[in-house]
């Protein structure tokens, strides 16, 4: 097990900066998931914890151990690829053997390591397969114990769920998640799924365009998102923005969106930091607590198109920049064209400065 | 497909067994038509092959029973009139020439061919990276292999010269006056020729071993580097294992064609001297235009061809599917 510590982390490919600065403190144990949309340098920052690129700048360190020059084969690190990169001319057993015959183990060593790890991950029963013909789940399986027979103190998780169809992609990720829980190994999970952050991470790092955005569990990310573009990118759909100026009113400090008129006053708290920033703002609120009345108060906007997705429905309104989604119950009877009064749940309501894009904070 | 269609319309829609009943022997009544209609397609492409392929076979055969040659004064279709059995194959059997000449051909294989695969697969790493002036050394690389044989003979013949070039560069590398008679030393002259074919094939088994080394999956590459396997247990473990199939599509190739090996040789010695580089072709040449006993020839070139494919049948059994390296990524997909 091992700490790790990147500090003023930068990678450039020419002139491309695909890492632009990347502080990022992960504790021993922990799982922590790099969310980002492709391109945002998350496989990137992996890659350099692995040692498979050198990084531009900065230093990386596992504990107090400095990196910097540790070849990929001696940093003790687990990697798990996207397509498992299973050896698919050797058995399952040759896979799972391959790490400790490579470091000259003993014959009756590497067989017992090999029967260890098979019973931990049930591929018993496989160990004589040849892993050309194993299904997805078992290559998942496979891909893990190879690294984890070495006992590495940190596991590296480059996508492993792309690959596999929505429904057993759930299975996998209840499986990784008690595998890590098995192993207590540091793991770093590189997604750009925000579903398997948020059921697997203990902590996400949310990245975009080279740049961390924001660092916290995921339930912190999801309801106090620092940006703009975490507000945008986590949640699906994610949080709707209105932009306006703050105002002053009667009740207390609104949002003048315009056309749409004012928004609901804002809490107490919030009110007071929004007062001292100046400029226009960003009025956000979660599309699952946005409540749609028949009549005000509220922000009146007309339906647009009515998404019905099972268990949820998803109504659209207005269009543009003023455009929001709410998520009702499946049976709401809305239909497109109707006018609708917007509502926000009071606290859930988040401001963000419309100049920079970072949020402003009730104190 | 027609038929299965008219056939599922035809039935009453009411009857469940009888929509079943088509379904089984539609296709089967569609694949007999399309059978005969394949048949018939086919047929100019299999008389063509029994013309090339069938006929020159059966005519060689028929040939190695008899003592016929073209100045024996009949056509050859009438060569029963000589007709002699095995006495050909009895001939060959002790043949001293026939056999020397095979082992001859046997030891260039086992120099030549292992000199190429080896020669070719480190180059083939060196290329599998990048390197400053690739695309000019890789054009240059497979030039020999362009050369027509017989100009590449007449080149090497060149070069083997008492006073010729080889000569001149071991000369000045050892620093002793070098007068070697390549082309009429028994010995050397082997030697000479070996270097011929190898300078002139490598540059194939390089194409080849690259094509393979180039499909090797660079993750599984990677996931064994952080394993902790080096460089030479990378290459032995993965690279090696997953070229296994194109490794012995290259050996075969040059077995095959070195078994044949002819016009290159026989440019720069003739067989010579004596009949120190004489291997299988130069001797049947021979035999063919100087002694003229064509049953005899026919007879050799059938006992060649039979251990050919015995050869090519043991190299095709390796390549059995299971024993493959196998491809990763379509296999998978459908396990999945």
């Avoid at chain 1, 040849?130 to 480059?158: H, T």
């Avoid at chain 2, 009949?74 to 000449?101: I, M």
């Avoid at chain 2, 473990?237 to 026989?266: G, Q, S």
Wanted: hydrophobic share 50%.
């Amino acid at each position: 097990m091992s700490t790790i510590h990147l500090h003023g982390l930068v990678k450039k490919f020419g002139d491309f900066a695909a890492l632009k600065t990347m502080d990022l403190d992960i504790a021993d144990g922990e799982f922590m998931a790099l969310l980002g949309p492709s391109g945002c340098g998350k496989t990137t920052t992996m890659n350099m914890i692995a040692g498979m690129t050198e990084p531009t700048g900065g230093r990386i360190l596992f504990g107090a151990r400095d990196m910097a020059g540790v070849p990929m084969g001696r940093r003790g690190v687990g990697f798990v690829f996207q397509n498992y990169a299973i050896f698919t001319h050797m058995t399952v057993r040759e896979n799972l053997a391959y790490g400790p015959k490579m470091h000259r183990a003993p014959k009756r060593e590497i067989d017992r390591r090999v029967q260890a790890i098979a019973g931990l991950l049930e591929l018993t029963p496989l160990l004589d397969r040849k892993a050309d013909r194993l299904s997805v789940n078992i290559l998942q399986r496979v891909a893990i114990g190879r690294s984890a027979i070495m006992e590495p103190a940190i596991f590296l998780l480059d996508e492993p769920l792309s690959n596999v169809d929505a429904a057993f992609r759930a299975v996998m990720r209840t499986e990784l998640k008690h595998l890590q829980r098995a192993f207590k190994q540091t793991m770093v999970y590189v997604t750009h799924d925000q579903l398997e952050a948020m059921t697997m991470a203990d902590r996400i790092a949310v990245m975009d365009h080279g740049v961390l955005q924001q660092v916290g569990a995921p339930l912190e990310i999801y309801n106090d998102p620092a940006n703009v573009f975490v507000a945008r990118f986590i949640g699906a759909p994610g949080m709707n923005l209105l932009k306006g100026k703050p105002a002053a009113s009667d009740r207390g400090l609104v949002v003048d969106l315009g056309p749409l008129g004012a928004t609901p006053p804002l809490p107490t708290a919030l009110a007071a930091a929004v007062s001292r920033s100046n400029g226009d703002v960003y009025y956000g609120l979660r599309p699952e607590q946005t409540m749609l009345l028949p009549q005000g108060p509220g922000i009146a906007m007309p339906v647009t198109f009515v998404e019905r997705i099972g268990a949820r429905t998803i109504v659209h309104l207005g269009g543009g920049e003023a455009a929001v989604k709410a998520v009702c119950a499946n049976d709401v009877r809305w239909v497109t064209g109707e006018a609708a009064f917007v509502a926000p749940v009071e606290q859930s309501v988040r401001v963000f400065d419309a100049a920079t894009g970072i949020a402003i904070k009730a104190e | 497909m027609s038929a299965t269609s008219v056939s599922a319309t035809s039935v009453p829609s009411g009857e469940q067994p009888a929509v079943v009943e088509p379904a089984n022997t539609g296709p089967r009544a569609v694949d007999a038509e399309a059978r005969r209609l394949g048949f018939r397609l086919t047929l100019p492409a299999q008389v063509l092959v029994l013309f090339i392929a069938v006929f020159p076979l059966l005519m060689q055969l028929y040939i190695s029973l008899t003592d016929w040659s073209p100045l024996s004064g009949v056509q050859w279709w009438s060569a029963w009139s000589q007709w002699n059995g095995f006495a050909n194959y009895t001939d060959l059997a002790s043949d001293a020439r026939f056999w020397s000449a095979l082992k001859r051909t046997a030891i260039v294989m086992l120099v030549c061919v292992p000199a190429e695969f080896l020669l070719g697969l480190a180059l083939a790493t060196l290329f599998a990276d990048e390197f400053p002036g690739k695309r000019l050394f890789y054009s240059i690389l497979l030039m020999p292999m362009m050369v027509v044989p017989a100009v590449a003979g007449y080149m090497f013949f060149m070069l083997f010269q008492s006073g010729g070039p080889v000569n001149d560069v071991l000369t000045s590398l050892t620093g002793f006056p070098i007068t070697l008679a390549w082309l009429s030393d028994p010995t050397l002259a082997l030697l000479a020729v070996m270097a011929a074919d190898i300078w002139q094939w490598t540059p194939l088994m390089f194409l080849i071993l690259l094509a393979g080394l180039v499909g090797v999956p660079e993750d599984q590459i990677k996931a064994a580097t952080l394993l902790g396997a080096n460089a030479w247990q990378r290459f032995t473990t993965i690279v090696l294992p997953k070229m296994k199939v194109i490794i012995i599509i290259a050996l075969a190739i040059r077995v095959i064609e070195n078994f044949k090996i002819f016009d290159t040789l026989y440019i720069m010695t003739g067989g010579g001297p004596g009949v120190a580089t004489e291997t299988i072709s130069v001797y049947i040449y021979k035999v063919t235009t100087q002694d003229l006993i064509w049953g005899y020839v026919a007879a050799i070139a059938l006992a060649i061809l039979i251990l050919l494919s015995i050869a090519a049948v043991f190299g095709m059994k390796q390549m059995a599917p299971g024993k493959s390296g196998g491809k990763p990524g379509a296999k998978r997909e459908g396990a999945a």
